[in-house]
């Protein structure tokens, strides 16, 4: 094969999207906290952008496009350059200190350029108010597992060896309390430093675990036989199990009634008890369908997941975007949650350098590239504003049904459908409903919520998926406990009320709603039994289960 090198001219044409337009859809894209954030983040690393904290009620604010004059007109000349726009300020009511100085920038601006950079005091008070705030509504850290385990193996006189063995079973048990993998693979585990995850991730890690004895893979898996004895024996109970089954099996403690036939269920009966095959359990114990109901009653108050309670789960703290409201003629009105949002403006005191004749060059465009970064953020912000606006209010108007009567009565939306009402890119409707939330009458609703889709009544009318879940769930609550309706009588029982769905569609939703199959939702006390003389019915467990049944 030959190679060669060579030169050749290729004309394309590429779309590339300025860094104004990326600075806009970042904007837009953030929910309210993060533009927050945003915005604090950017007055500090930008001297020029400062919030406007009005000292009467004529001070102007920068705003996109060039800004206002004085008297609220707009400025006649939007195409002028920053260094040329003429200076948003009040003479009336500014400060006069910043003004009565002499503008000798080259040879003032060297030593003053901190003070002119540092935040006022009432931007330092603020700061400082918010985060005495934070540290006073600051969670303490909950007590991991890691530690609740750590700490009562404290309390065992154990030798080093087995000492270490159980602390390296602690430090490999998963967030439920479980250890994922055998004691063989302990042992093939490098004998590193080993700390806490919870104390790795926080940097706050204390003692470190020495190095595992190098003795033989047998004499290692002994002690980590013992070692993984010792944890299990700690509380919650059930921690260090590999199994479910085991788990189950250490929270059974002999003093607890019916502590045999609860360890005989759990050990050899377990899968049937979840698929609910009551009656082949009987038939193989000899117990009575009672008999096992209580049993399984009993195991009910066992915790599968004994080091769940230690975990804290992660609740997401969000603020409204939107507000809705129905006026009294009926119409739903949509309004911005943003009064807590700063208002920004281009600080008078730079654009004064900027124009000042004596500002150095460099000094000079170094300002000019702040004021154009705050410019532009200050314009990104207000198209978020109205950007969101006509989106929300959009929305609003196709679902006044869902405002009104509840989420069973959401329609079918998509997003180009508001993309096409408002006149903008699907993609930017995306953004502008991205993790924004829309506060109404009835609580808190993600503005994504209200984008589903839908299938066709009888009626040639549209029924959104939502609407099908609910009208699934109502009919599975109130079938006969005795004889459960399989997904084939629930595609029935929905076209009775005009919705047709196909039978794995109504298998999909019932699995993702955490409903159970007929079988297993079937109470089995209440089932006939056979009169005398009639072989009892063949039960789900006597045979595999076939495709296309339910599982």
């Known amino acids: 094969m030959r190679m060669s090198f060579g030169q050749e001219m290729r004309m394309a044409q590429k779309q590339v999207l300025a860094p104004r337009m990326i600075q806009s859809m970042e904007i837009l894209q953030l929910p309210m906290m993060a533009l927050e954030e945003r915005i604090e983040q950017e007055i500090q690393n930008n001297e020029t ?146 700390t806490a995850p919870e104390e790795a991730l926080h940097g706050t890690a204390s003692a470190a675990i020495a190095p595992v004895p190098l003795d033989g893979p047998a004499k ?54 979840a698929a609910n095959r009551l ?54 009105k949509v309004r911005l949650e943003d009064v807590n949002l700063p208002n920004l403006r281009i600080s008078p005191l730079y654009r004064e350098m900027l124009a000042a004749p004596g500002t150095p060059p460099e000094t000079r465009e170094y300002i000019k590239r702040k004021i154009n970064s705050a410019q532009w953020l200050i314009e990104a912000i207000e198209q978020r504003r109205s950007t969101l606006l006509k989106t929300a209010q959009a929305i609003v108007d196709h679902q006044t049904r869902f405002l009104a009567d509840g989420p069973e009565s959401i329609e079918p939306l998509k997003m180009q459908q508001i993309a096409d009402r408002i006149g903008m890119h699907v993609t930017t409707v995306s953004r502008a409903v991205d993790d924004k939330w829309l506060q109404t009458p009835r609580g808190l609703v993600a503005l994504r919520r209200f984008f589903v889709g839908g299938t066709v009544s009888a009626d040639g009318d549209e029924v959104a998926w939502d609407t099908v879940r609910i009208k699934l769930q109502e009919i599975i609550q109130a079938e006969s406990k005795d004889a459960p ?45 056979p009169r005398v003389g009639q072989s009892p019915p063949v039960v789900d467990g006597d045979r595999p289960v076939t495709s296309g049944e339910e599982t």
């Open 49 to 194: 952008l400062e919030l406007d904290e009005p000292e009467g009620d004529n001070q102007s604010t920068a705003v996109a496009d060039g800004g206002s004059s004085q008297d609220g007109a707009p400025d006649p000349s939007p195409e002028r350059t920053v260094d040329e726009r003429p200076l948003v300020v009040d003479q009336d009511h500014a400060n006069q200190a910043d003004f009565e100085r002499s503008y000798d920038w080259s040879n003032e601006y060297p030593e003053s350029d901190d003070d002119r950079s540092r935040p006022s005091s009432g931007r330092i008070d603020e700061a400082s108010d918010r985060y005495l705030d934070a540290m006073a509504n600051m969670e303490e850290r909950p007590e991991t597992l890691f530690h609740h385990l750590h700490e009562q193996l404290s309390n065992y006189e154990l030798g080093p060896e087995d000492r270490l063995a159980a602390e390296k079973v602690i430090y490999n048990l998963d967030a439920n309390g479980y250890l994922p993998m055998p004691l063989e693979g302990l042992v093939e585990l490098e004998p590193a430093v080993m």
């Open 279 to 332: 009656p082949l359990i009987a038939r193989k114990t000899g117990l009575s369908i009672e008999e096992i109901e209580t049993l399984r009653r009993d195991l009910h108050m066992l915790q599968p997941k004994p080091g769940a309670r230690f975990t804290v789960p992660y609740v997401p703290v969000v603020k409204p975007d939107v507000h809705v409201e129905q006026l009294p003629d009926g119409i739903w």
């Open 485 to 529: 309706l399989s997904d084939d009588d629930l595609v029935d029982e929905l076209g009775k009320g005009g919705i047709t769905v196909a039978r794995r569609t109504v298998t999909k939703y019932r699995k993702a709603m955490d409903i159970p199959s007929s079988r297993q939702r079937r109470d089995w006390k209440l089932a006939t039994p």
């Open 220 to 273: 290692q898996l002994e002690r980590l036989e013992r070692g993984l004895a010792v944890v299990q024996g700690m509380e919650p109970a059930g921690v260090g199990a590999r199994d479910l089954r085991e788990c189950l099996l250490l929270q059974i403690r002999s003093s607890l009634p019916h502590a045999r036939q609860l360890q005989r269920l759990v050990s050899d009966h377990l899968e049937d008890l």
